[in-house]
């Protein structure tokens, strides 16, 4: 059974939730798709925009600060790039549910705080029928975010037997699945305290990942991508052979770590990658994974705007712009799903 989002909700309470930041509204011209994002109510929406902005998971792993603004950064890049009309298709109408306030202080109690406050979040939004995007944000915060899909699936009978049935694909150089509370946790803390599996790693960089935490991501049901997906994605097929590990999976989720993308491309993340993938490459994987039904939830982590180049004259740093355009490209997927697993009337 599929998870059917739009059910032409007129409100919806978000818990912990303040209004994002956006640029002034009459800065935005109307030929924009952001000009168009609903920020009041959902009505007629299928997705849900949500902000992570906290950055405390890095800070704990020794990171570099600064995920915490990405959330705004993302929103002000995408305030200036994307059409409001593209040819060929219509954007799923998005919500805006705000930013998850994070718990005062920079300690693992408040972290914990924190990935509580964004389950309950994305409960709600699920709740409500929408398709959660979360916008980070330190990648501890994907285990949350994630968190809530798989209680929403199981607490509606679409999981299998003992809880079994969500797995998912992230983006990433690094596994991530660290037994230390920090931005190195999330995978590790699916598959153990939420029986995530299976779990590809796509990106993977061997000279930023350990011995132990390798061994223990390939014992514990775990994948890393053949380094010629993204020849798969480049070539003139669909790319499909990515998700051949999730074929057994009956629900998806995806996170996107902007650290996977070359630094050349992206330079203001909380880990710079020498050796990364394009944002072309980047873009059609998302999108391709975005219209596969069983995808019910997505993320981009770790926009780390304090660390960005600026893009030619306009200001904007080059990251948030390829984070912006990632995100058209999730819409663009979803657009193309069938209406029977993402309703909604745009």
């Not at 009459?26 to 009041?40: G, K, N, W």
């Not at 990405?70 to 954007?91: M, N, Q």
């Not at 501890?140 to 798989?150: I, Y």
Request: proline share 7%; charged share 20%.
């Amino acid at each position: 059974m599929t998870q059917e989002y739009g059910n032409y909700t007129q409100s919806v309470q978000v818990p912990f939730c303040k209004p994002g930041e956006w640029p002034p509204h009459e800065t935005i011209p109307p030929s924009r798709m952001a000009a168009h994002v609903h920020q009041a109510l959902p009505t007629n929406c299928r997705v849900a925009i949500i902000g992570l902005p906290d950055d405390t998971g890095v800070r704990l792993n020794a990171g570099r600060p600064g995920a915490a603004a990405g959330p705004r950064a993302f929103r002000a890049a995408l305030a200036r790039y994307g059409v409001a009309h593209p040819e060929g298709w219509e954007w799923p109408h998005v919500f805006d549910a705000g930013d998850v306030e994070p718990a005062h202080g920079r300690t693992e109690s408040a972290l914990h705080e924190t990935h509580h406050r964004v389950t309950s979040a994305v409960r709600a939004l699920l709740d409500a029928g929408l398709f959660p995007i979360g916008i980070g944000g330190g990648h501890d915060l994907t285990f949350p975010f994630v968190r809530a899909a798989w209680e929403w699936l199981r607490d509606n009978g679409q999981l299998a037997a003992e809880h079994m049935g969500l797995g998912g694909v992230y983006f990433d150089a690094h596994l991530d699945v660290r037994d230390t509370v920090g931005s190195g946790m999330p995978f590790r803390r699916l598959r153990e305290d939420c029986r995530v599996s299976p779990l590809l790693c796509a990106g993977f960089n061997p000279l930023a990942n350990s011995r132990e935490h390798v061994q223990w991501f390939l014992e514990h049901g775990g994948e890393i991508a053949d380094d010629d997906w993204a020849e798969w994605i480049r070539a003139e097929g669909d790319g499909s052979a990515l998700l051949e590990p999730l074929a057994e999976a009956r629900h998806l989720f995806c996170s996107f770590d902007m650290d996977v993308l070359d630094a050349s491309h992206a330079p203001g993340v909380s880990a710079l990658n020498p050796a990364g993938i394009t944002v072309k490459e980047g873009a059609r994987a998302v999108m391709l994974i975005a219209s596969d039904p069983r995808t019910c939830c997505m993320d981009f982590m770790e926009l780390c705007p304090a660390h960005d180049e600026p893009h030619g004259d306009t200001g904007m740093g080059r990251t948030s712009r390829a984070a912006a355009h990632l995100f058209l490209h999730a819409l663009l997927g979803l657009s193309l799903r069938p209406l029977d697993s993402v309703k909604g009337r745009d």
